[in-house]
């Protein structure tokens, strides 16, 4: 017990004077029982290795001190033979004149001291080497600590290409629910072109074709055909610009998000609350889009579905998240029971968000209404 407390300060002592870390031993296994913890303390061996530290630097100790001292000794002799010493000593002893045994005494006084400090320094390398040996782990728990490490470091790679493959997994599912919505949004845009946009210019054409054929025989049924070719060139007007304010809105891109929301917002036949924290302009352009669109398929579901009286909407960039995030969430207080059941638009929505690498949540407990949270990527 001794010898391990000894240890412990001479570690300690290690770090402070030479700044060299000495890592500790393990703690010896507590076998329990009376007679285990009474031999526990002689059956150590890294104390009894402690003990043989002890020795050993005595040993060293006492030898580097001697040659140290022996070495200062005659560093201290020179300087003062050269200080004190007579001429005629000097002319006796060296046969050299003054001056050369001054030089002399100096060169061997210089040459002392830095040997005595290599010697120590040299002690104080083989004290260090010793403590490592002998006040260190063992051979065995040195390699314990080793295959330890390496285990730990084999479950965090393995947990890393876990999380690779999960997310190669994930980025696949995206693309593919990608390419699904834009496969989908562009068979809607071709239907509305056909079933709406088209058909209305037919419908336009013939009645301009009536108006030019009337125009000289009956005046007043051209007029008519005008005016009904003026009606259908507004309608066409109005289904062009919902055609094109669902791939893009204008006003997103001009005023952006905060605009936007509120242009939603106001055209939704439900009072909705938009409520936007902050500045949203650090969010790109794909993250804002993503954003209007959910904000968007959002309330016209609650709208048709919800039988909600109120809706609100809440846009703020999350900036502790890692990168910095777009958060859109819509909420309202009708029947709740929503789901994105597949080829509905909040199913198409996941997708588009998926696509984006962000994240997609809806809670919709029935009769409690329905909450919709997004996040993506600033960005995106």
């Not at 794909?286 to 579901?301: M, S, W």
């Amino acid at each position: 017990m001794a010898a391990r407390a000894f240890a412990a300060a001479e570690r300690e002592r290690i770090l402070t004077q030479v700044g060299v870390l000495v890592p500790a031993p393990a703690a010896p296994v507590d076998r329990g029982g009376r007679w285990g913890r009474l031999w526990g303390p002689i059956r150590d061996g890294r104390a009894w290795a402690a003990a043989l530290y002890a020795l050993v630097l005595l040993l060293v100790c006492t030898l580097f001190f001697a040659v140290v001292a022996a070495l200062a000794s005659a560093a201290v002799a020179a300087v003062a033979f050269a200080v004190v010493g007579r001429d005629s000593v000097v002319a006796g002893w060296t046969g050299l004149a003054w001056p050369a045994t001054v030089t002399l005494a100096l060169a061997g006084a210089l040459v002392a001291l830095w040997s005595a400090a290599a010697v120590a320094q040299y002690g104080s390398f083989l004290v260090v080497r010793t403590a490592h040996a002998l006040l260190g782990p063992s051979v065995a728990q040195e390699a314990e600590a080793r295959a330890l490490a390496a285990e730990q470091e084999a479950r965090v790679a393995e947990a890393a290409a876990h999380t690779a493959r999960e997310r190669a997994v994930v980025l696949t599912e995206s693309r593919t629910a990608a390419v699904s919505a834009a496969d989908t949004e562009r068979r809607r845009i071709e239907r509305d072109l056909h079933d709406g946009a088209q058909q209305r210019l037919v419908a336009l054409g013939v009645e301009l074709g009536v108006a030019r054929r009337l125009a000289d025989k009956d005046p007043e049924h051209a007029v008519a055909a005008l005016e009904l070719a003026h009606r259908e060139i507004k309608e066409t007007l109005g289904e062009l610009r919902d055609l094109v304010r669902g791939i893009h809105p204008a006003v997103l891109a001009d005023r952006g998000l905060d605009a936007a929301l509120s242009a939603l917002a106001g055209r939704s036949p439900v009072p909705v609350e938009v409520e936007v924290e902050g500045d949203l302009t650090p969010a790109g352009s794909a993250a804002q889009a993503a954003a209007y669109f959910v904000v968007a398929e959002a309330l016209t579901n609650v709208a048709k579905h919800a039988g909600a009286g109120t809706a609100r909407v809440r846009a703020a960039i999350v900036p502790d998240a890692d990168p910095p995030r777009l958060r859109v969430t819509v909420s309202d207080d009708g029947r709740g029971g929503a789901a994105a059941s597949p080829g509905s638009g909040l199913e198409g929505l996941r997708g588009r968000v998926a696509a984006l690498d962000g994240t997609f949540e809806l809670d919709s407990p029935p009769g409690a209404g329905t909450r919709l949270t997004v996040e993506v990527p600033c960005a995106s």
